[in-house]
């Protein structure tokens, strides 16, 4: 929508209006600040960032400066968690998104109210070329300025100054803290779209009135009471959706009708060979569309599917996608497909999609082929729950056991929905409401408690001024108690032998921060002079507090520590040296890893301990044995050469510019700390480390393995940590020299024979005359007297101090026979073992080994899981195996029954 008499070239694809508002705000004295990651560095009190002011929120609060008053963002955010979880409207509403960019202008204690309200105008109307008289404000009600200024600055009637509550136009970023009110620009988009004789701003939500641009005055800190009190320098911050925004300005009646989402809708077209709005409807290219590019972003920031925090989120967007692809007849991994259409919408401001796409693809299509594999064992579990139900004579599946399978198994309730009812049954849908509700409220209920834990050490703290790190350059200090805290309280000292947390002025202490852990040491009082100097107390951990202040753990010794006192700080040098090596190493390796398997292969996490590294990096597959010798080879080359390790500091961009990479989670201010090995690795971080590779020693590598979708481990060791590791080994390898009764380089193939002897005696067990053989004859002769049902003959029976692969062998034999379901039981002295195995076609039907095996396991106190034709269980119940085999029994007849009255006799 724009003027009709306008000449001048007017922005209207996404990335013209995104060029156009930083340029605009660029020449009016704002600095363009990066979108930061959709991680929000240091806080712990969100999920994503969900909005543009979330990089400042230590600017707004005091606790940073900038070398700059004014600032402009295109913020990329996530709205699918938390407080601000836009999820489930997603696709079923014109505006809903998970991922969306916020355009935002940024005042700290520079201008105000009338220049933001200016800016505003002037873009929408004089850039954007929209209709004056067709733009509304609202406006808190008690905020007579706004008003004022409004009048003056647009020359708007007091008849387009709506007056709101609290509730829609008083901001506020906590329950204390900064806070004030906010003003609206909105659209007015036509009578025509009038949802009835009521309707206007404030009394519908009709899509007559499109909301623009949120302006928030933060004019006020509220106490604990409520009180507000003005803030001495008032600032500004600014939102507006790119994709709405772009919507109007291509005329577009959803923001799925736009040049963001159009190129997606159109590729999932192709994909599912169906038209959106005329073979199916829109809504599901909608979901698919707007969580592809939640996914591509988030993977692109380190958040990978997995099973907690931020990587269930991302695994729950993409699941929601894929269901919505298989609604649309798309039955293959489709995801990776769609990853190269977002990079290129996106390429002008977030390059990084399209560079990094096939890494990001590898990662989204793991979790589909998962999720897959998921929707079958959901299955089983969902038929295993309505069987139970219907009979025990219930026609309604419970709200807890669909919600066990919505949460245990991803699996959608839709799903559960149309399974029940093909056995003709309901799912109490509000039950299932409920048990979500609950699960969110303990979510919420646990983020309430880190945030009231913050706000209250920021409480309790607000006099002390922040410590003095020191620790870079030296290992001892003489510090001064500035505060001390015991049982969560300030009080004025610690009584010997108490535990609590002091702070000092200044620390050699290292706060836990960017994956290393915190250093450990003591703390002596001051002797005179030919005295020893008395131990004070012990350091055991440090962390940093929301505005600064280091906070020790300490456990007195022997004497009273006052706020006040001064003492001698001393950090553990040998701990310190096991950190420093470590993280030095681990800088190493991330620098071979990215040689070795790609630049792809980036960093997503890590911890760096006394004893060992421990590194997350985004890879779709296993190292293969080449690759993992090949980048030990590469970081202990770096270790010969005994490269310097320089550390110095510069602004940000300028370390961006030389190819700095900046470190998972890590918050950075305008000043950086730059950790170099020269040649090898360039990046961020505030950590310590060695000062030259040599020092490292020798680096190994001890493990590596899958911890999520696209998500690989690896931990390693280094300097005497190494020794230790190689004490370990040759240990090892002596005692299986000894034991095996061969010299050590013989080990590998005297274990290969042993190996294949026991395959050889299993393969004997099997021939007439072998403890196998007599069993499955013996059962044969009895055939008539196994238990039947439908047709299905089930054969139960206990095979002590037999190994699983042997009862296997047995029970292959036996579903050559005829029998339907094989359930096999073995006693070794401390541990009991259940193989249940069912043929092909009756499993099809619904006879599931694994549901079967579970109802054992349960009896012997374990667990159990395989696949539908055959799964196995254990546990430490030894004397209750014969009542676990009964158990198989009747569950292997119920679900049989079950089978054979839905006419699926095999």
Known sequence: MKSSDSKESVPTRSSEIRSSFLRFFEERGHTVVPSSSLVPAGDPTLLFTNAGMVQFKDVF??????????????????????????????????????????????????????????????????????????????????????????????????????????????????????????????????????????????????????????????????????NLTPLPRPSIDTGMGLERIASVMQGADSNFDTDLFIPIIRRVEEISGKKAGEDEPVFPYRVIADHIRACSFLACDGVVPSNEGRGYVTRRILRRAVRFGRALGISRPFTAELVSVVGAIMQDAYPEILARGNEIGEILETEEIRFMETLEDGTARAREFIEEAKANGEKVLSGERAFVLYDTFGFPIDLTRDMAREAGMTVDEKGFEDALERQRERARASRKAEIEEMERLAELLKDVPPTRFCGYSQLEADVKILAVLKDGEKVRKLEADEEGVLVFDVSPFYATAGGQVADQGMLTLPASPGEESRLAGVVTDVRKSPLGAYLHTVKASGETLVEGQTLKARVDEERRKGLETHHTATHLLHAALRKVLGPGALQSGSLVLPSKLRFDFAHGRALTPEERREIEKTVNSWVRSDLPVGIREMKLEEARAKGAIALFGEKYGEVVRVVEVPGVSLELCGGTHLKRTGEIGFFKIVSEGAVGAGLRRVEAVAGKAYEDYAVEIEDILKGLAERLEVPRAEILSRIDSLMAEMAHLREEAKKPGTRGSEIVAEILRNLEELPVAGNRKIAAYRLDNMAPDEMRAIGDELKEKGISVVILGSRSSDKAHLVVMVRKDDSRAGVDARSIVRAGAAVLGGSGGGRADLAQAGGKSVDRLDEAIAQCVNRARELAQTASGNGKDG
């Open 61 to 226: 609060l005091g606790l940073e400066k900038r070398s700059y008053t004014r600032a402009v963002t295109s913020q990329k955010c996530v709205r699918a968690g938390g407080k601000h979880n836009d999820l489930d409207n997603v696709g079923f509403t014109r505006r809903h998104h998970t991922f969306f960019e916020m355009l935002g202008n940024f005042s700290f204690g520079d201008y105000f109210k009338e220049e933001a309200m200016r800016y505003a105008w002037e873009f929408l109307t004089g850039v954007l070329k929209l209709p004056p008289d067709r733009l509304w404000v609202t406006i808190f009600r008690e905020d007579d300025e706004a008003a004022r200024l409004w009048r003056k600055v647009a020359g708007l009637p007091s008849s387009r100054i709506v007056r709101m509550g609290e509730k829609d136009n008083f901001w506020a970023m906590g329950d204390t803290g900064p806070c004030g009110p906010c003003s609206e620009l909105i659209l007015d988009r036509g009578e025509e779209l009038a949802c009835g004789p009521s309707c206007g701003i404030g009394s519908c939500d009709c899509d007559r009135w499109l909301e623009l641009w949120n302006l928030v005055f933060m004019q006020y800190s509220r106490d604990a009471q409520g």
